[in-house]
Nanobody, 122 residues
Framework: QVQLVESGGGLVQPGGSLRLSCAASGFTLEHYVMGWFRQAPGKEREGVAYVTRNGAMTYYIDSVRGRFTISRDNAQNMVYLQMKTVNPEDTAVYYC???????????????WGQGTQVTVSS
């Protein structure tokens, strides 16, 4: 069956770095746009970044552009989110998702992982 499994979350100090990974199985990764979303306590889920099917194009929300990098390895069925210069506002549960459109709206994504917690704190 379709599975997305995130890993790499944890506690990181402000200004630090973290790399999230998403392992995909049960479907052909290259057929899907892949996105990362996050949900902070008491807030709605928001899209963070997405990467097109072949990895040629990426999109970031303003608050992470220049600090986060999304990438994918279709041969290894993996998607990554490299996070740099993190700040407390980045604290959230991070989800990877597979969708059919180059878009950041959650409704455009069909498959979701269970999430991984990222906490930015000193």
């Amino acid at each position: 069956q379709v599975q997305l499994v995130e890993s790499g979350g944890g506690l990181v100090q402000p200004g630090g770095s973290l790399r999230l990974s998403c392992a995909a199985s049960g479907f052909t990764l290259e057929h899907y746009v892949m996105g990362w979303f996050r949900q902070a306590p008491g807030k709605e889920r928001e899209g963070v970044a997405y990467v097109t099917r072949n990895g040629a194009m990426t999109y970031y929300i303003d608050s992470v552009r220049g600090r986060f990098t999304i990438s994918r390895d279709n041969a290894q069925n993996m998607v990554y989110l490299q996070m740099k210069t993190v700040n407390p506002e980045d604290t959230a549960v991070y989800y990877c998702a597979a969708g059919s459109h180059n878009a950041m709206q959650a409704v455009k994504y069909s498959y979701w992982g269970q999430g991984t917690q990222v906490t930015v704190s000193s």
